[in-house]
């Protein structure tokens, strides 16, 4: 008995493959699509009046090609007639990217048919995009085909939502416009383990910051501490004072819009800092602006204004809004995805 239940569980993993995905910074995101796994969704009327369906995490769709049968999870039918014209792709369990530009998730599939125009196999990129109207489930929202034999699935599910607070944690950020129904992002992940420092004054102080995280000790009569920002004496090379903690991201950073593209700014505001010693609270502000030409992070000056207040500003094209990495993947627009 124990044997045949055995054999059958092992019947069962076998059918229902693992579908559970890992994304973002450090791959720290989970997207589970277990309670959609085989599911046969379906879009009809899509590019060229064909019906279009897809099954998630396993090769679930069938597709008769005269005598042939060929298994996928992607297929192209012909309405009426209900007879599959194209096998699509096939589900190796490719690994989706997370998109934070349109908290989605970006699975790429190929091994599709031969393409008549192209002589090259059809390829799918299927977007999972987070929808909290639903309770549950996934369905097609839209089908395109942006290039020949190159087809795009949009589903929306309430599977592929990352909580908010996972986002700031991982070092990421989203302002929404309400007046005009528009977000910016603020990617700062790739940052993470990066040191930034400047000279804070003339007079032998360097203010560090390590973004995402509390990386630099801090030394003091009263113990050592780790946190994400704090101001050294060059000479002794000691901790002279120390300036923010990470928090984990809870602190949200205000996004200032300009025409003029290199006043564009973020700016996080820290009061965990420590008080001066005529006992005023100390406070720091860091900044990114916008710069297109700095692919990482540049320090433009760290300044202290003898009010226990200190700052950092920085230039990198991480805090520009017109960057690519928050607007395509892969070379689709965003902008083809149908958020409405």
Not at 106 to 129: H, K
Request: hydrophobic content about 25%; overall charge negative.
């Amino acid at each position: 008995m124990l044997a045949i239940l055995a054999l059958l569980l092992g019947v069962s993993m076998a059918q229902h493959p693992p579908c559970e995905y890992g994304g973002g910074p450090n791959s720290r995101y989970m997207l589970n699509l277990t309670s959609v796994s085989g599911y046969h969704l379906e879009f009809e009327n899509g590019p060229g009046g064909h019906f279009y369906y897809y099954t998630p995490c396993t090769n679930g769709e069938v597709c008769y090609q005269g005598n042939a049968e060929f298994h996928g999870n992607a297929v192209q039918y012909n309405p009426g007639s209900n007879t599959c014209n194209h096998l699509l792709a096939v589900d190796h369990h490719e690994q989706p990217t997370y998109f934070f530009g349109g908290a989605s998730w970006a699975f790429q599939y190929e091994d599709g048919q031969i393409c008549d125009s192209t002589q090259e196999p059809r390829r799918v990129n299927v977007w999972m995009l987070c929808d909290e109207n639903m309770s549950e489930g996934a369905r097609i929202y839209d089908v395109d085909e942006p290039r020949t034999c190159e087809y795009s699935y949009t589903i929306r599910t309430p599977l592929a939502c990352v909580p908010e607070n996972s986002h700031n944690a991982n070092c990421q950020w989203r302002y929404y416009n309400y007046q005009t129904n528009t977000s910016y992002y603020l990617d700062l992940s790739t940052q993470k383990g990066m040191y930034q420092h400047g000279p804070e004054s003339s007079n032998g102080y360097e203010m560090y910051y390590s973004p995402c995280e509390n990386a630099i000790p801090c030394h003091q009569q009263s113990g050592s501490i780790q946190m994400m920002s704090i101001v050294e004496n060059k000479v002794t090379r000691t901790c002279d004072h120390y300036l923010s903690e990470w928090q984990d991201g809870r602190v949200q950073p205000l996004f200032h819009d300009n025409n003029d593209q290199s006043q564009i700014h973020w700016s996080f505001h820290y009061w965990l800092s420590e008080k001066c010693s005529d006992g005023t609270q100390g406070e720091q502000t860091i900044r990114w602006y916008c710069d297109m030409d700095a692919a990482n992070a540049t320090v433009i000056n760290a300044t202290y204004d003898g009010g226990c207040r200190w700052e950092m500003n920085l230039a990198s094209a991480l805090a520009c809004p017109s960057n690519e990495m928050y607007h395509s993947h892969n070379g689709l627009k965003l902008h083809r995805l149908k958020y409405d």
